[in-house]
DNA sequence: CAAAATAATATGCATTTGCAATTATAAATC
DNA sequence: GATTTATAATTGCAAATGCATATTATTTTG
């Protein structure tokens, strides 16, 4: 491979361009790699169980956090507004989550998981559990939580929500 | 927010479920919610310059790594090869890549980045590198070199290919 | 408290995507 | 060395996506 080697100053410029820092010193270009590799890999285990990442995403959240506005859960699985609306459309009548008006706030539906849909996750969760264990394959725990640590601060600087 | 608490006790599993191990401690789950907002963030900045993420993704490995088979473009760059394909008809067309048959192999079809690709990209760098700065805001260097470590070997763990 | 601005969700529609099939070439096998 | 198998790239097509908008409800403002 021919990929240009990162140069041996690393001195604080107004910014570096991408050429200089290299590929592979670049958080957010690994980050697209790997995630690419999950969720491609994931899918693969998804299509057997009529699930799409959008449907997946939403239930993975909800199997933490039950009985959030759209809007929220929009956020929390990364998902548009409008994909995900599709997707609870399908989940709904597939009975994995069900549809329920806010008390106190009549433009929100919030959302719960079924234990149908508690049980459809079950069926992914080795799967994710296994990707997972793949990923911090020889990378002791300690490094695995400092790298954790480093991401919950990262999302805090980028995210535009409170959550 | 109403976040499940790990339960008290819990049998040895083969391994956790989500609901114990916590959204905001799964290591994919921050990585997507972070890489959602830096893709989206960067999305928006892109459309003024005609660019998808496609094409921007095809042409900052280009400007790294020249002159790549598409096939290895398409991993480089993390996007579906037949997208991938459509991505650079529009950048050829644009005049930004050129596409160039390999010599020695008469099936491969190797890209270039051109004097114009560079500078569509060019304009571009200085929104991807605020937004970089900013999701690494009061994180020491020394942090972040040890986050990008653990992410090239996650990478390694993960990737199909042999970079 | 009426009017305007904001917010939550759903939906129409054009574009994009990804899978599968196609075409063309190279490598492997017998 | 002819035939089978594998690889690279493109393309047809159905499905998914995202933007803009519509609809309904709430909050803010004058």
């Known amino acids: 491979m021919n990929e240009a080697k990162a140069p041996e100053t690393e001195k604080a410029e107004p910014f570096q361009r ?20 999950y969720n491609a890999d994931l899918r693969q285990e998804m299509t057997g169980l009529g699930l799409t990442t959008p449907k997946m995403r939403a239930l993975a959240v909800l199997s933490v956090i039950d009985d959030l506005p759209i809007s929220d859960l929009a956020v ?11 997707a609870l459309d399908q989940l709904a009548s597939d009975g994995l989550v069900r549809r329920a008006p806010d008390p106190n706030d009549s433009r929100v539906t919030r959302i719960g998981i079924t234990d149908t849909g508690r ?12 990707i997972y264990a793949q990923m911090f394959k020889d990378i002791p725990d300690e490094e695995r939580q400092a ?6 601060k990262m999302l805090k600087n980028i995210r535009k929500h409170d959550f």
């Not at 991408?18 to 590929?23: A, T, V």
């Not at 670049?26 to 590799?37: D, E, K, Q, V």
């Not at 790298?147 to 919950?152: D, G, N």
Request: aromatic letters at 10%; proline letters at 4%.
């Open 18 to 37: 991408l050429g200089e820092i290299g590929l592979s010193n670049f958080a957010p270009y690994l980050m697209n790699r790997i995630m690419g590799r």
């Open 76 to 86: 929390y699985a990364v998902v548009e507004q409008s994909t995900l609306s599709r």
């Open 119 to 130: 049980a459809a996750l079950d069926q992914l969760w080795p799967s994710m559990a296994r």
């Open 147 to 152: 790298f954790v640590t480093t991401l919950q």
